[in-house]
């Protein structure tokens, strides 16, 4: 029988990681590590929230942060049960970061007209609601496309937009993410910062916090997703065998692209 205290990617293991984050590091959004320039904190974490499912799960992620005195960036997809303004806003109220989590390349098939008219449409629906500065792509793993091959051929920055979350950030980021339900997994096919090399590894909730204690890293840059984080068994079962066949098909995906 699952003893829930002893699960990770929980609520409680969340809030956790939140208190070790806190005690250790001065937190900025990714608006403000871009806008800083050379005057970073000499100790930051970036924490990045991509909300994939539903929009209520990052009211409780944010809430936790709140209470620990975390900036997070909180990147909403534009779609229904996820662009909920009322939730968007009331994150915002708390002095998170909103940004836009886009991926009209691969919803429009690889039609790069389409899919630049459809983020000049979206970027103005998030910013009749919020403030927006930055974007980060969404993965779309399961997509033969690419969501920041759009930069490719477009610029961001004729949309007002300062800097996208992947291809903006400088390459020395010590980075982690919860994609594939473990840090850094093999599962990840997308989630990673181009041209960046690993030096810190990391497969359990516990493992990363151990090495947040340590003192070893200057900088931290972490990618949550608030759906994954539970508070019930059911849920965490549920969302257990979620991610448990959605890295079967990205696994059987990384063998035919082989």
């Not at 610029?155 to 339900?181: M, P, Q, V, W």
């Not at 041209?195 to 990363?208: I, S, V």
């Amino acid at each position: 029988m699952l003893n829930f205290k002893d699960l990770d990617f929980t609520t409680e293991k969340f809030r956790q990681l939140c208190s070790a984050v806190a005690d250790n590091y001065t937190s900025i959004t990714i608006e403000q590590y871009l806008s800083a320039g050379n005057d970073l904190p000499e100790r930051f974490v970036l924490m990045r929230h991509d909300v994939d499912g539903k929009a209520k799960p990052s009211l409780r992620t944010a809430l936790i942060e709140k209470e620990f005195g975390i900036h997070a960036t909180y990147y909403f997809r534009a779609k229904r049960n996820i662009y909920v303004p009322e939730i968007i806003q009331r994150i915002e109220g708390m002095g998170h970061e909103i940004g836009y989590h886009y991926e009209t390349l691969s919803d429009s098939n690889g039609d790069y007209e389409k899919a630049i008219k459809m983020f000049e449409e979206e970027v103005h629906r998030f910013r009749n609601i919020c403030v927006l500065k930055t974007i980060s792509m969404h993965g779309a793993s399961l997509s033969k496309y690419d969501n920041r091959d759009l930069w490719k051929v477009y610029d961001f920055k004729d949309f007002g937009i300062i800097g996208e979350a992947y291809l903006s950030l400088g390459e020395n980021l010590n980075y982690f993410t919860d994609t594939g339900r473990g840090w850094n997994s093999k599962n990840n096919l997308r989630d990673f910062i181009p041209g960046r090399k690993q030096k810190f590894f990391a497969e359990t909730t516990d493992d990363l916090i151990k090495l947040i204690k340590s003192g070893e890293m200057d900088n931290l840059y972490i990618t949550l997703h608030p759906d994954r984080w539970t508070s019930t068994t059911f849920r965490w079962v549920l969302f257990w065998v979620q991610d448990l066949a959605f890295n079967s098909a990205k696994k059987a995906l990384r063998m035919m692209r082989k």
